[in-house]
């Protein structure tokens, strides 16, 4: 009987471990917002989808686009982020059209360890992973202007936003506009470009050996960084080394202000890659006032603001109750070390 009773409580062990390992359906976060999921375009045999959110009894004129990019290093994530619907519902009570992607992971791996994606023969990886969600990008807004109509959304209002991974997605987006890079010329219409960008934690990086300065061809967008200043992940200036040339917030901002596009870089100072997430829900004021003045009235602003505060405007467990695991993960990501796979060194900002 002993035998048999620890033989049962053995494979009930068991049972309640693989239980456990089994991927567990995501929940559908709250939202107050109507929200349509359509596939915008098929990779590999696979659709690729995005949520649209609206409110549909809306019908004024034509609606502006805020287009966000999930982070996690190309590796993990998702569209469907609880984080993320509260800034969506507050911008379309504003009458926005928010819009949620995914796109391919670039470093994401197999239980194996291999990687999901290979790139072709001769592509750095870490650009690989870079370059297929501009493209991804790239394919939800030519949806988006397909379909202009028929979401009542105005295609010269589209702005694109990002957190970490999706941030670096959408300022190498409109570099690549801006210098006729062949995915831009691709995927997008002739002469469009983004009425804005919204990168929290985000920077552009190329990786090659000519490519060591940004040169833009033509003005770029308007641009609103949220960024920490001593972010060990994402280069806040600029990171120069053999694998990969790195050009953050600051340094780009002031190219903007020598070009005389509109801006505003939120810094925290001394902050970390937390950036990433926080604009989400403590930042809204800022996107706000950028979305407003500069994106729809057009002003000509720019702005470089620094909070100081010595506690983030957070609570103590915000990040793990709304996406479980991420901030453990960017703590190790930091506790490996610079210029680690996937990561970016720190550049060297600027003493204040």
């Given at each position: ?91 379309c009570e504003k009458g926005w059209v928010c819009v949620a992607i995914d796109y391919r992971l ?207 405007r957070t609570d103590a467990n915000f990040l793990d109750t709304v996406r479980p695991g991420q901030?453990e993960a960017v703590n190790r990501m930091r506790a490996q070390g610079a210029g680690q796979a ?11």
């Amino acid at each position: 009987m002993r035998k048999f009773i620890l033989i049962s409580t053995a494979i009930a062990l068991v049972s309640a471990m693989s239980a456990k390992a089994q991927p567990q359906p995501q929940a559908e976060p709250e939202h107050k917002a109507d929200k349509t999921t359509v596939e915008f375009v098929v990779r590999d045999s696979k659709p690729i989808l995005m949520d649209i959110y609206q409110f549909k009894d809306q019908k004024d004129e034509k609606r502006p686009v805020f287009l966000y990019s999930f982070g996690g290093a190309w590796a993990m994530g998702s569209r469907i982020d609880a984080l993320c619907n509260p800034l969506y519902d507050h911008l379309c009570e504003k009458g926005w059209v928010c819009v949620a992607i995914d796109y391919r992971l670039g470093s994401a791996r197999g239980r194996d360890g291999k990687p999901l994606i290979t790139p072709p023969e001769g592509y750095n990886p870490f650009q690989y992973s870079i370059d297929i969600g501009v493209e991804d990008i790239y394919a939800a807004t030519s949806w988006l202007i397909k379909h202009a109509d028929e979401y009542n959304i105005d295609p010269e209002k589209i702005v694109i936003s990002g957190s970490s991974a999706g941030a670096i997605n959408s300022m190498n987006a409109e570099y690549y506009i801006c210098t006729g890079h062949k995915l831009a010329k691709e995927n997008l219409p002739a002469d469009f470009n983004y009425a804005g960008i919204v990168p929290m934690a985000g920077a552009v990086y190329l990786t090659g050996e000519n490519d060591t300065e940004l040169r833009w061809d033509r003005k770029p967008c308007p641009m609103c960084f949220f960024h920490g200043s001593a972010d060990p992940t994402v280069t806040f200036d600029i990171e120069n080394n053999p694998n990969r040339h790195g050009f953050g917030p600051y340094y780009v901002s002031q190219q903007l202000y020598a070009m005389d596009v509109p801006y505003m870089l939120n810094e925290y100072f001394k902050g970390d890659h937390c950036m990433a997430l926080l604009p989400l829900k403590w930042f809204w004021n800022e996107i706000d006032s950028f979305l407003d003045r500069i994106v729809l009235n057009g002003e000509n602003i720019k702005v470089h603001s620094i909070e100081r505060s010595p506690k983030p405007r957070t609570d103590a467990n915000f990040l793990d109750t709304v996406r479980p695991g991420q901030y453990e993960a960017v703590n190790r990501m930091r506790a490996q070390g610079a210029g680690q796979a996937g990561g970016a060194r720190p550049g060297a900002a600027p003493q204040r």
